[in-house]
């Protein structure tokens, strides 16, 4: 194994992965700075889902090495790895996915609750995220009484509350409409820049991806260029590695 840069808070290498003979990711690699929005767009099908989820943990690369603060994630055990993912990373669906029957301030509260947070401290840290997210109204209400707008800006909550390292966010604005969709994005942005989180966005949206500080595209599996628009024209990309 090479050991990745000491700026990438994530770094992958040659990732490879396939559902059912079906190849979805096909030697990939990037590397992700500590505090950065980093879109990775494509269309459907790409690979993008699939890259999050090696990315995160939740699947183990078929090949390839995934290094999160300088530690291999790639040669963790299952249970390993759900430990990283509950202390470190935060997930946003593209489907809000609540418990439902808990309320709101509950629902965005559950990880602060898992980790054994008081109820009342989980309670004002979910209260003040709903607030910006424009859905406190929503607080004692549950799921089934929402609208989808309304829940999935309490599952945005619920990743952001306990202040992830990294914030993974699969098509996270998928089901909202125009208005609701730039209300997230930019809590999203304002979360990362003011608590230095680290965002690792999928989206077929391009005016999604004008969110990043880059972008990363992925087609049928495989790098198709990466493009950072504070580097001058003709400059070799930082991020791309050699697969």
């Known amino acids: 194994m090479v050991?990745?840069?000491d700026n990438d808070v994530l770094w992958a290498r040659s990732l490879h992965y396939s559902h059912r003979g079906s190849p979805a990711l096909a030697g990939v690699s990037l590397g992700v700075r500590e505090g950065e929005i980093l879109a990775v767009n494509g269309p459907r099908g790409s690979g993008k889902t699939t890259l999050l989820r090696c990315l995160s943990g939740q699947l183990a690369p078929q090949e390839g090495e995934v290094w999160f603060n300088g530690s291999p994630v790639h040669t963790l055990r299952a249970g390993a790895r759900e430990r990283l993912r509950r202390e470190s990373f935060g997930?946003?669906?593209?489907?809000?996915?609540?418990?439902?029957?808990?309320?709101?301030?509950?629902?965005?509260a559950l990880p602060l609750l898992l980790r054994g947070s008081s109820r009342r401290v989980a309670k004002s840290a979910a209260l003040e995220w709903l607030e910006r997210l424009d859905v406190g109204m929503c607080a004692r209400k549950r799921p089934g009484s929402l609208l989808q707008s309304q829940?999935?800006?309490?599952?945005?909550?619920?990743?952001?509350?306990?202040?992830?390292?990294?914030?993974?966010?699969?098509?996270?604005?998928?089901?909202?409409?125009e208005g609701d969709r730039a209300q997230v994005l930019r809590t999203i942005a304002s979360a990362a820049r003011s608590h230095a989180v680290t965002v690792v966005l999928a989206t077929f949206d391009p005016e999604v991806a004008t969110l990043a500080d880059r972008t990363f595209s992925l087609i049928d599996g495989r790098?198709?260029?990466t493009l950072d628009p504070t580097e001058t024209e003709g400059r070799a990309d930082a991020c791309s590695l050699p697969v």
């Not at 599952?155 to 089901?175: C, H, K, Q, Y």
């Open 223 to 225: 790098q198709a260029g």
């Open 91 to 108: 997930w946003i669906d593209p489907e809000p996915t609540l418990v439902p029957e808990l309320n709101g301030w509950e629902n965005a």
């Open 3 to 5: 050991a990745p840069p």
């Open 151 to 177: 829940r999935q800006r309490i599952a945005v909550a619920r990743a952001l509350i306990s202040e992830p390292s990294v914030l993974f966010a699969d098509e996270p604005t998928a089901t909202l409409r």
